[in-house]
Nanobody, 124 residues
Framework: QVQLVESGGGLVQVGGSLRLSCATS????????MAWFRQAPGKERKFVAA????????YYTGAVSGRFTISGDNAKNTVALQMNGVKLEDTGVYYC?????????????????WGQGTQVTVSS
């Protein structure tokens, strides 16, 4: 089993910044992909960003590309999502997830473990 715990959510104004963090513990994989998803009120959960365990590859959905940055710290078993220039549509519950291995499309691979989520609310 893998446990993931998100933190850093909160209330932020449009144009502001927020940094989410995900701490992992438990079982480890030799190669893995860690990702952030978000779920807006009344909508399906959607892919936001991902990073491979090597750190060599990162992926972003178009809606956040250029504004959000995903980073990982293998020594601390954490992954972060730096959110800059937030918009109202960035509001939602943000989930951290991990997949065993890599895939050609990080948005479509199967993620095996999920955190409980952290709320991000962007206000005008």
């Amino acid at each position: 089993q893998v446990q993931l715990v998100e933190s850093g959510g909160g209330l932020v104004q449009v144009g502001g910044s927020l940094r989410l963090s995900c701490a992992t513990s438990g079982r480890t994989f030799s190669r893995y992909t860690m990702a952030w998803f978000r779920q807006a009120p009344g909508k399906e959960r959607k892919f936001v960003a991902a990073i491979t365990s090597s750190g060599a590859s990162t992926y972003y959905t178009g809606a956040v590309s250029g504004r959000f940055t995903i980073s990982g710290d293998n020594a601390k078993n954490t992954v972060a999502l730096q959110m800059n220039g937030v918009k109202l549509e960035d509001t939602g519950v943000y989930y951290c997830a991990v997949a065993n291995g890599y895939g050609t499309n990080a948005a479509l691979i199967k993620y095996d473990y999920w955190g409980q989520g952290t709320q991000v609310t962007v206000s005008s």
